[in-house]
Protein backbone atom coordinates (compact mmCIF):
# COMPACT_ATOMS: atom_id res chain seq x y z
CA UNK A 1 0.00 0.00 0.00
CA UNK A 2 2.73 2.27 0.47
CA UNK A 3 4.28 2.12 -3.01
CA UNK A 4 0.54 2.46 -4.43
CA UNK A 5 0.49 5.75 -2.07
CA UNK A 6 3.76 6.95 -3.06
CA UNK A 7 2.51 6.68 -6.88
CA UNK A 8 -0.41 8.53 -6.38
CA UNK A 9 1.31 11.64 -4.27
CA UNK A 10 3.80 11.85 -7.16
CA UNK A 11 0.42 12.39 -9.44
CA UNK A 12 -1.44 14.79 -7.22
CA UNK A 13 0.86 16.43 -5.00
CA UNK A 14 3.97 18.48 -6.56
CA UNK A 15 7.45 18.49 -4.05
CA UNK A 16 5.61 15.45 -1.71
CA UNK A 17 8.58 15.11 -0.23
CA UNK A 18 8.47 18.39 1.16
CA UNK A 19 6.31 17.70 4.02
CA UNK A 20 7.29 20.56 5.97
CA UNK A 21 5.79 23.15 3.84
CA UNK A 22 2.21 24.41 4.86
CA UNK A 23 0.95 24.14 1.49
CA UNK A 24 2.09 20.97 0.73
CA UNK A 25 0.74 20.09 3.67
CA UNK A 26 -2.22 21.03 3.11
CA UNK A 27 -2.35 19.19 -0.09
CA UNK A 28 -2.22 15.96 1.74
CA UNK A 29 -4.85 16.61 3.75
CA UNK A 30 -7.21 17.33 0.83
CA UNK A 31 -6.03 14.41 -1.51
CA UNK A 32 -6.24 11.90 1.44
CA UNK A 33 -10.34 14.26 2.17
CA UNK A 34 -11.49 14.26 -0.94
CA UNK A 35 -10.51 10.53 -1.80
CA UNK A 36 -12.44 9.60 1.33
CA UNK A 37 -15.33 11.28 0.42
CA UNK A 38 -15.73 10.51 -3.16
CA UNK A 39 -15.01 6.39 -1.80
CA UNK A 40 -17.87 6.81 1.38
CA UNK A 41 -20.37 8.23 -1.32
CA UNK A 42 -19.99 5.48 -3.60
CA UNK A 43 -19.89 2.52 -0.87
CA UNK A 44 -23.17 4.55 0.99
CA UNK A 45 -25.49 4.07 -2.30
CA UNK A 46 -24.10 0.33 -2.39
CA UNK A 47 -24.97 -0.81 0.94
CA UNK A 48 -27.93 1.36 1.53
CA UNK A 49 -29.56 0.24 -1.29
CA UNK A 50 -28.82 -3.29 -0.25
CA UNK A 51 -29.67 -2.65 2.94
CA UNK A 52 -33.21 -1.88 2.25
CA UNK A 53 -33.54 -4.32 -0.56
CA UNK A 54 -33.09 -7.52 1.81
CA UNK A 55 -34.48 -5.64 5.32
CA UNK A 56 -30.89 -5.94 7.01
CA UNK A 57 -30.45 -3.65 9.65
CA UNK A 58 -27.59 -4.30 10.48
CA UNK A 59 -26.21 -3.60 6.83
CA UNK A 60 -28.42 -0.49 6.81
CA UNK A 61 -26.73 0.68 10.17
CA UNK A 62 -22.97 -0.06 8.57
CA UNK A 63 -24.24 2.09 5.62
CA UNK A 64 -24.79 4.98 7.68
CA UNK A 65 -21.64 4.57 9.67
CA UNK A 66 -20.15 4.78 6.01
CA UNK A 67 -21.88 8.27 5.79
CA UNK A 68 -20.77 9.80 9.12
CA UNK A 69 -17.05 8.83 7.57
CA UNK A 70 -18.79 11.04 5.03
CA UNK A 71 -19.08 14.10 7.25
CA UNK A 72 -16.00 13.65 9.12
CA UNK A 73 -14.12 13.73 5.88
CA UNK A 74 -15.83 17.20 4.88
CA UNK A 75 -14.68 17.69 8.45
CA UNK A 76 -11.24 16.88 8.12
CA UNK A 77 -11.32 18.94 4.63
CA UNK A 78 -12.33 21.93 6.66
CA UNK A 79 -9.99 21.77 9.84
CA UNK A 80 -6.97 21.27 7.24
CA UNK A 81 -8.58 24.59 5.09
CA UNK A 82 -8.40 26.59 8.37
CA UNK A 83 -5.37 25.44 9.58
CA UNK A 84 -3.44 26.66 7.03
CA UNK A 85 -4.66 30.31 7.66
CA UNK A 86 -1.82 33.28 8.92
CA UNK A 87 -1.82 33.93 11.80
CA UNK A 88 -3.71 37.00 12.42
CA UNK A 89 -4.85 39.89 15.39
CA UNK A 90 -7.02 37.45 17.33
CA UNK A 91 -4.95 34.24 16.70
CA UNK A 92 -0.87 35.66 16.78
CA UNK A 93 0.10 31.86 17.11
CA UNK A 94 -2.09 30.52 13.39
CA UNK A 95 -4.73 28.75 13.18
CA UNK A 96 -2.70 24.87 13.50
CA UNK A 97 -4.67 23.48 16.56
CA UNK A 98 -8.03 23.42 14.29
CA UNK A 99 -6.90 19.62 12.85
CA UNK A 100 -7.29 18.30 16.32
CA UNK A 101 -10.26 20.44 16.85
CA UNK A 102 -11.79 18.77 13.68
CA UNK A 103 -10.41 15.12 14.57
CA UNK A 104 -12.16 15.95 18.26
CA UNK A 105 -15.60 17.19 16.11
CA UNK A 106 -15.21 13.54 14.31
CA UNK A 107 -14.92 11.42 17.33
CA UNK A 108 -18.56 13.16 18.67
CA UNK A 109 -20.19 12.93 15.65
CA UNK A 110 -18.87 8.62 15.81
CA UNK A 111 -20.35 8.73 19.06
CA UNK A 112 -23.89 9.83 18.69
CA UNK A 113 -24.34 7.86 15.06
CA UNK A 114 -23.37 5.06 17.72
CA UNK A 115 -25.95 5.30 20.43
CA UNK A 116 -28.44 5.68 17.41
CA UNK A 117 -27.85 2.76 15.59
CA UNK A 118 -27.63 0.99 19.21
CA UNK A 119 -31.42 1.67 20.14
CA UNK A 120 -32.10 0.65 16.51
CA UNK A 121 -30.44 -2.82 16.50
CA UNK A 122 -31.63 -3.35 20.31
CA UNK A 123 -35.16 -2.89 18.96
CA UNK A 124 -34.28 -5.28 16.07
CA UNK A 125 -33.23 -8.39 18.24
CA UNK A 126 -36.90 -7.94 20.22
CA UNK A 127 -38.64 -7.86 16.89
CA UNK A 128 -36.68 -9.71 14.08
CA UNK A 129 -37.98 -9.61 10.88
CA UNK A 130 -37.05 -12.06 7.95
CA UNK A 131 -33.70 -11.29 5.80
CA UNK A 132 -31.65 -13.20 3.39
CA UNK A 133 -28.82 -12.08 1.40
CA UNK A 134 -27.63 -13.46 -1.59
CA UNK A 135 -23.99 -14.91 -2.21
CA UNK A 136 -23.72 -12.08 -5.27
CA UNK A 137 -24.71 -9.34 -2.60
CA UNK A 138 -22.59 -10.95 0.21
CA UNK A 139 -19.58 -10.66 -2.01
CA UNK A 140 -20.55 -7.50 -2.88
CA UNK A 141 -20.33 -6.63 0.84
CA UNK A 142 -16.94 -8.22 1.18
CA UNK A 143 -15.54 -6.14 -1.78
CA UNK A 144 -16.39 -2.58 0.29
CA UNK A 145 -14.69 -4.47 3.34
CA UNK A 146 -11.35 -4.59 1.47
CA UNK A 147 -12.33 -0.99 -0.12
CA UNK A 148 -12.83 0.39 3.49
CA UNK A 149 -9.77 -1.01 4.89
CA UNK A 150 -7.24 -0.39 2.09
CA UNK A 151 -8.44 3.57 2.31
CA UNK A 152 -7.73 3.35 6.27
CA UNK A 153 -4.26 1.87 5.69
CA UNK A 154 -4.05 5.31 2.98
CA UNK A 155 -5.12 7.58 5.55
CA UNK A 156 -2.49 5.99 8.07
CA UNK A 157 0.14 6.70 5.13
CA UNK A 158 -0.48 10.33 5.20
CA UNK A 159 -0.78 10.90 8.08
CA UNK A 160 2.36 9.19 9.54
CA UNK A 161 3.99 11.32 6.63
CA UNK A 162 3.06 14.62 7.68
CA UNK A 163 2.60 13.94 11.56
CA UNK A 164 -1.23 14.86 11.36
CA UNK A 165 -3.53 13.51 14.18
CA UNK A 166 -6.67 14.35 11.80
CA UNK A 167 -5.95 11.72 9.30
CA UNK A 168 -4.83 9.04 11.40
CA UNK A 169 -8.53 10.16 12.84
CA UNK A 170 -9.76 9.78 9.97
CA UNK A 171 -8.10 6.23 9.07
CA UNK A 172 -9.20 4.75 12.85
CA UNK A 173 -13.26 5.81 11.43
CA UNK A 174 -12.24 3.81 7.77
CA UNK A 175 -10.91 0.76 9.68
CA UNK A 176 -14.08 0.83 12.29
CA UNK A 177 -16.08 0.64 9.12
CA UNK A 178 -14.60 -2.43 7.82
CA UNK A 179 -14.47 -4.05 11.12
CA UNK A 180 -18.51 -3.31 11.34
CA UNK A 181 -18.68 -4.65 8.03
CA UNK A 182 -17.38 -8.29 9.06
CA UNK A 183 -20.45 -8.18 11.98
CA UNK A 184 -22.92 -7.32 8.84
CA UNK A 185 -21.17 -10.59 6.80
CA UNK A 186 -21.98 -12.47 9.88
CA UNK A 187 -25.06 -11.96 10.07
CA UNK A 188 -25.74 -12.04 6.45
CA UNK A 189 -24.33 -15.58 6.33
CA UNK A 190 -26.30 -16.38 9.62
CA UNK A 191 -30.17 -15.49 7.42
CA UNK A 192 -29.41 -17.76 5.55
CA UNK A 193 -29.50 -20.24 7.74
CA UNK A 194 -33.10 -18.69 9.19
CA UNK A 195 -31.45 -17.19 12.16
CA UNK A 196 -32.67 -13.68 11.80
CA UNK A 197 -32.05 -12.44 15.57
CA UNK A 198 -28.62 -12.23 14.71
CA UNK A 199 -29.26 -8.90 12.32
CA UNK A 200 -30.00 -7.15 15.16
CA UNK A 201 -27.23 -8.75 17.32
CA UNK A 202 -24.53 -7.90 14.89
CA UNK A 203 -26.14 -4.48 14.36
CA UNK A 204 -25.55 -3.95 18.34
CA UNK A 205 -21.85 -5.10 17.90
CA UNK A 206 -21.54 -2.89 14.88
CA UNK A 207 -22.98 0.44 16.91
CA UNK A 208 -20.17 -0.60 19.71
CA UNK A 209 -17.56 -0.53 16.90
CA UNK A 210 -18.75 3.12 16.30
CA UNK A 211 -18.68 3.97 19.61
CA UNK A 212 -14.74 3.06 20.52
CA UNK A 213 -13.91 4.36 17.16
CA UNK A 214 -15.20 7.63 18.79
CA UNK A 215 -13.33 7.15 21.55
CA UNK A 216 -10.29 6.32 19.78
CA UNK A 217 -11.01 9.68 17.49
CA UNK A 218 -11.22 11.48 20.98
CA UNK A 219 -8.02 10.36 22.60
CA UNK A 220 -6.07 11.46 19.66
CA UNK A 221 -7.24 14.40 19.41
CA UNK A 222 -7.61 15.84 22.90
CA UNK A 223 -4.19 14.97 23.66
CA UNK A 224 -2.67 18.02 21.23
CA UNK A 225 -5.07 20.19 22.55
CA UNK A 226 -4.37 20.00 26.27
CA UNK A 227 -1.00 20.36 25.58
CA UNK A 228 0.80 16.53 25.77
CA UNK A 229 4.36 16.58 26.87
CA UNK A 230 6.51 16.16 23.50
CA UNK A 231 8.79 12.85 22.97
CA UNK A 232 12.10 13.33 24.50
CA UNK A 233 13.70 12.38 21.23
CA UNK A 234 12.53 15.86 20.40
CA UNK A 235 13.98 17.16 23.87
CA UNK A 236 17.84 15.51 23.11
CA UNK A 237 17.26 17.13 19.53
CA UNK A 238 17.19 20.93 21.37
CA UNK A 239 19.60 20.12 23.50
CA UNK A 240 22.12 18.89 21.00
CA UNK A 241 21.34 21.92 18.97
CA UNK A 242 22.17 23.96 21.60
CA UNK A 243 25.21 22.55 22.67
CA UNK A 244 26.92 22.61 19.43
CA UNK A 245 27.34 26.42 20.03
CA UNK A 246 31.05 26.77 21.98
CA UNK A 247 30.26 28.69 25.42
CA UNK A 248 26.93 26.78 26.10
CA UNK A 249 28.22 24.36 29.17
CA UNK A 250 24.36 22.93 29.43
CA UNK A 251 20.81 23.10 28.62
CA UNK A 252 17.94 22.68 30.85
CA UNK A 253 14.23 24.10 31.27
CA UNK A 254 12.75 23.21 28.23
CA UNK A 255 9.41 24.43 27.06
CA UNK A 256 7.94 23.21 23.86
CA UNK A 257 4.54 23.89 23.12
CA UNK A 258 3.28 23.64 19.68
CA UNK A 259 0.53 24.84 17.69
CA UNK A 260 0.58 23.03 14.43
CA UNK A 261 3.31 24.14 12.11
CA UNK A 262 4.23 27.04 14.61
CA UNK A 263 6.29 25.97 18.15
CA UNK A 264 7.12 28.09 21.03
CA UNK A 265 9.88 26.95 22.30
CA UNK A 266 12.10 28.06 25.89
CA UNK A 267 15.30 26.67 27.57
CA UNK A 268 17.64 27.94 29.72
CA UNK A 269 21.51 27.93 29.10
CA UNK A 270 24.23 27.41 31.55
CA UNK A 271 26.79 29.71 30.53
CA UNK A 272 30.11 30.85 32.35
CA UNK A 273 29.71 33.95 34.20
CA UNK A 274 33.36 34.99 33.21
CA UNK A 275 32.01 36.16 29.78
CA UNK A 276 31.32 39.37 28.51
CA UNK A 277 27.34 40.47 28.70
CA UNK A 278 27.38 41.41 25.09
CA UNK A 279 28.92 38.00 24.03
CA UNK A 280 26.24 35.84 25.87
CA UNK A 281 23.67 37.94 24.63
CA UNK A 282 24.93 37.16 20.92
CA UNK A 283 25.08 33.52 21.66
CA UNK A 284 21.66 33.45 22.79
CA UNK A 285 20.48 34.85 19.75
CA UNK A 286 22.69 32.23 17.56
CA UNK A 287 21.41 29.19 19.90
CA UNK A 288 17.76 31.29 19.14
CA UNK A 289 17.90 30.96 15.05
CA UNK A 290 19.34 27.45 14.91
CA UNK A 291 16.71 26.37 16.73
CA UNK A 292 14.21 28.08 15.04
CA UNK A 293 15.22 26.95 11.91
CA UNK A 294 15.38 23.19 12.80
CA UNK A 295 11.88 23.10 14.25
CA UNK A 296 10.14 26.43 13.21
CA UNK A 297 8.41 28.59 15.12
CA UNK A 298 9.39 31.10 17.91
CA UNK A 299 12.80 30.31 20.35
CA UNK A 300 13.32 31.89 23.27
CA UNK A 301 17.10 31.44 25.34
CA UNK A 302 17.53 32.46 28.89
CA UNK A 303 21.05 32.63 29.65
CA UNK A 304 21.93 31.42 33.41
CA UNK A 305 25.44 32.29 34.35
CA UNK A 306 27.47 29.63 36.48
CA UNK A 307 30.93 29.34 38.13
CA UNK A 308 32.64 26.80 37.14
CA UNK A 309 35.97 28.13 38.30
CA UNK A 310 35.22 27.66 41.84
CA UNK A 311 38.43 25.59 43.58
CA UNK A 312 35.64 22.97 45.30
CA UNK A 313 33.14 22.60 41.92
CA UNK A 314 34.04 19.77 41.23
CA UNK A 315 33.89 18.29 44.61
CA UNK A 316 30.25 19.81 45.07
CA UNK A 317 29.14 18.82 41.80
CA UNK A 318 30.25 15.24 42.58
CA UNK A 319 28.62 15.29 46.21
CA UNK A 320 25.24 16.76 44.77
CA UNK A 321 25.39 14.14 41.84
CA UNK A 322 25.76 11.00 44.86
CA UNK A 323 23.11 12.76 46.65
CA UNK A 324 20.83 12.63 43.85
CA UNK A 325 21.43 9.26 42.54
CA UNK A 326 20.91 7.86 45.85
CA UNK A 327 17.34 9.41 46.09
CA UNK A 328 14.60 7.87 43.70
CA UNK A 329 12.60 10.94 44.12
CA UNK A 330 14.77 13.08 42.53
CA UNK A 331 15.72 13.19 38.13
CA UNK A 332 18.40 15.49 38.16
CA UNK A 333 19.92 18.64 39.03
CA UNK A 334 21.17 21.81 37.28
CA UNK A 335 22.19 25.28 37.09
CA UNK A 336 24.47 24.80 39.87
CA UNK A 337 25.75 28.44 41.14
CA UNK A 338 28.62 28.94 44.01
CA UNK A 339 28.79 32.25 45.47
CA UNK A 340 31.06 34.06 47.46
CA UNK A 341 34.60 34.37 47.65
CA UNK A 342 35.59 32.54 50.95
CA UNK A 343 36.00 28.99 50.01
CA UNK A 344 34.38 27.11 52.54
CA UNK A 345 31.69 29.62 53.21
CA UNK A 346 29.70 30.25 49.77
CA UNK A 347 26.34 29.68 49.41
CA UNK A 348 25.93 26.64 46.88
CA UNK A 349 22.51 27.10 44.64
CA UNK A 350 21.09 24.51 42.53
CA UNK A 351 17.88 23.33 41.17
CA UNK A 352 16.43 19.55 41.30
CA UNK A 353 13.78 17.87 39.24
CA UNK A 354 11.53 15.16 40.87
CA UNK A 355 10.14 11.58 39.71
CA UNK A 356 6.89 12.52 37.45
CA UNK A 357 5.51 10.01 40.52
CA UNK A 358 6.56 12.34 43.14
CA UNK A 359 3.43 15.00 44.43
CA UNK A 360 4.39 18.56 44.25
CA UNK A 361 3.31 18.90 48.12
CA UNK A 362 6.43 16.33 49.43
CA UNK A 363 8.93 19.16 47.24
CA UNK A 364 9.79 20.30 50.51
CA UNK A 365 10.74 17.70 52.66
CA UNK A 366 12.31 16.50 49.52
CA UNK A 367 14.50 19.63 49.54
CA UNK A 368 15.05 19.58 53.29
CA UNK A 369 16.55 15.82 52.98
CA UNK A 370 19.22 17.00 50.19
CA UNK A 371 20.20 20.11 51.99
CA UNK A 372 21.14 18.13 55.37
CA UNK A 373 23.14 15.49 53.35
CA UNK A 374 25.11 18.07 51.82
CA UNK A 375 25.59 19.52 55.39
CA UNK A 376 26.90 16.48 56.47
CA UNK A 377 29.92 17.30 54.13
CA UNK A 378 30.01 21.19 54.12
CA UNK A 379 28.29 22.54 57.52
CA UNK A 380 29.92 25.78 56.82
CA UNK A 381 28.03 26.06 53.82
CA UNK A 382 24.65 27.54 53.17
CA UNK A 383 22.09 25.68 50.70
CA UNK A 384 19.51 27.05 48.35
CA UNK A 385 17.68 24.14 46.47
CA UNK A 386 14.70 25.01 44.17
CA UNK A 387 12.33 22.18 43.32
CA UNK A 388 11.26 22.53 39.76
CA UNK A 389 7.62 21.25 39.15
CA UNK A 390 6.41 17.62 38.15
CA UNK A 391 6.88 16.87 34.48
CA UNK A 392 8.74 20.08 33.57
CA UNK A 393 10.92 19.64 30.53
CA UNK A 394 14.17 18.79 31.92
CA UNK A 395 16.29 15.52 30.66
Known amino acids: MKIITKQI ?4 VKDYSKVEDPSVRAKYGALEGWTSVF ?8 KFLLGVSIN ?4 IADAFHTLSDLVTSFVVLFGFKLSQKPPDKEHPYGHGKMEPVAALIISVLLFVAGIEFFERSFHRILNPNPSQASLMIIAIIFATLIVKELLARFSFILGDAIGSQALKVDGYHHRCDAVTTIFVLIA ?27 YLAGKEAIDPLLGAAVPKE ?3 KIEK ?25 SLHLEVSDKEDVNKLHVLSEEVESAIAVAFGGVVVAHIDPVNRDHPLYDDIYQTISEIVNNDSRIKSFHELRIVGKKINKCNVVFDIALSDNIDDSFAQKIVLSVSNKFKTKYPNMRVVIKAEPRF ?4
Request: charged letters at 10%.
Open 56 to 59: SVSL
Open 392 to 395: VYNL
Open 39 to 46: VNIVLFII
Open 234 to 236: TLL
Open 188 to 214: MVASRYGLYALDGIMGVFVSLAIMYSG
Open 241 to 265: FAKTHDGVLGVHDIIYQSYGQTSII
Open 9 to 12: LKIF
